[in-house]
């Protein structure tokens, strides 16, 4: 990492907070003559010495209270820190607070352009990014409505649209977002992804130890307003983990631990096998999974349909016709766990291709990836030849073993060439599914993997 490299530099910062007992002492203070304190001093950061390189994907972890917040805002200009310096290069968007920066007395579209001018836009900046505002908040007429009169979903809807749409130089994320129903909740992640794919400097905070391992390049473990840990984000998540699910006698040698720490040590606890269990179910018994309850048949719903779909082409070809079929060939979009399904498409070839790879993939709405495979393998093309003019008809059969949400479905086309191979075809969200089932009553993650158990005592 070089000078030139970096965006955002932080050196020994500190931000200090004065904290009362009540609000008469907050005036005792203000008014005594002789300046006695009745505060007590709380350091949010304590010495935070940070460098962020242009490109770089941070993700930070941290446990609540400990200083993630306001970092963020500090670096994001909301606050100033108490001492040391903070040099950011590049304009900054913050995904903080959604509505923090409205005005309830505003309509939606003065908000727009309010926010806009805060984060030092222009307003013909504003009017070219507009309609795209506009389209992905969903919130038709409302927006000439004020902003006081919208439902808490509507203002998220709004300010979330709003920050994604300018086209920032670095981007601040705290904390992964649900706003509104699943569609938009995965058309906002979408989004988010985009950022990530176009190389943007971004600083992403989550609780969510996958999420950190599978968006970031680098993270960051912060304790008491103070970088505990930094390095490659398993490294840091890994570490994380042991820490919060230590006890808290056993944290603060954890902490020696971890100021010695370099990426690929590992930190293990041994006080924590011999930390006594309270066994919940009777002996003797023997259970078996339960069933999921779902509907006695797969289903379709019209207009369930995803509403972050990209398409990239690199090649004169399409794919149409994309559906989900049961075993009867009757298409669903509500399927049933342990039930075997088709997805079924075709591809128009416009132009020679040549030899093909092709690959299917799901995703969560957070944008997690699920599962994914190609055919005829990773590195393989097909035999045939497929030239302008040749439809292809493609069936990819599944067992559905995936717990109960909604998932969406990638379909990516490469084809070989001098280099290696190309690809030719991504369409990214093209078609979307439900799971049936009652989400989180017993089982967690992705797919069910079908856990028994069985208990005996032992003599």
Request: glycine share 8%; net charge negative.
């Amino acid at each position: 990492m070089t000078d030139n490299d970096i965006v955002i530099s932080l050196s020994n910062v500190s931000k200090k907070y004065k904290l009362f007992n009540s609000k008469q002492e907050r005036m005792k203070e203000a008014l005594h003559p002789f300046k006695k304190k009745y505060h007590k001093e709380f350091y949010a950061l304590n010495g935070i010495d940070l460098q962020v390189a242009k490109g770089e994907i941070l993700g930070i972890v941290g446990m609540n209270g400990s200083g993630k917040s306001t970092l963020l805002k500090i670096i994001a200009g909301i606050i100033p820190p108490t001492s040391g310096s903070v040099d950011v290069t590049g304009n900054v968007v913050p995904l903080l607070e959604l509505g923090a920066g409205f005005n309830p007395e505003f309509s939606g579209l003065e908000n727009i352009y309010f926010y806009n001018s805060i984060l030092g836009y222009s307003r013909k900046d504003t009017e070219e990014v507009l309609a795209k505002i506009l389209d992905f908040a969903e919130i038709g007429d409302f927006i000439h409505q004020p902003l006081k009169t919208y439902s808490s979903g509507m203002k998220a809807r709004l300010s979330f649209a709003v920050s994604v749409n300018i086209n920032p130089d670095i981007l601040i994320i705290d904390e992964i977002l649900s706003v509104g129903d699943e569609l938009f909740r995965r058309k906002s992640f979408a989004k988010i992804e985009e950022f990530f794919q176009a190389g943007k400097t971004i600083l992403f905070v989550s609780h969510a130890a996958q999420n950190i391992n599978q968006l970031c390049t680098r993270a960051i473990m912060i304790y008491n307003g103070q970088v505990v840990l930094d390095g490659p984000p398993k490294f840091v998540t890994m570490n994380y983990q042991k820490f919060i699910f230590s006890h808290p006698y056993q944290r603060e040698r954890l902490l020696n631990d971890y100021r010695e720490l370099t990426p690929g040590d590992d930190v293990v606890d041994e006080d924590t096998d011999n930390q006594p269990i309270e066994e919940l179910l009777p002996i003797n018994t023997k259970v078996s999974s339960p069933e999921i309850l779902t509907k006695s048949e797969a289903y379709f719903i019209d207009n369930f349909n995803p509403k972050s779909t990209v398409i990239t082409r690199n090649a004169n070809l399409d794919i149409s016709s994309v559906r989900i079929e049961n075993s009867l060939g009757t298409e669903v979009n509500c399927i049933i766990p342990g039930e075997d399904y088709i997805i079924s498409y075709k591809i128009n070839f416009s132009e020679d291709i040549g030899h093909i790879n092709q690959g299917i993939g799901f995703k969560t709405e957070l944008g997690v990836v699920v599962t994914w495979r190609y055919f005829p393998n990773c590195n393989g093309f097909s035999r045939e030849y497929y030239k302008a003019g040749d439809i292809l008809g493609v069936k990819w059969r599944f067992r559905c073993s995936l717990i109960p949400a909604s998932y969406f479905i990638g379909i990516t086309i490469k084809r070989k060439s001098e280099g290696g191979e190309e690809i030719v075809y991504k369409g990214a969200d093209i078609d979307v599914f439900q799971v049936l089932g009652e989400k989180g009553v017993d089982r967690g993650g992705f797919f069910d993997a079908g856990f028994t158990i069985e208990i005996t005592p032992e003599k």
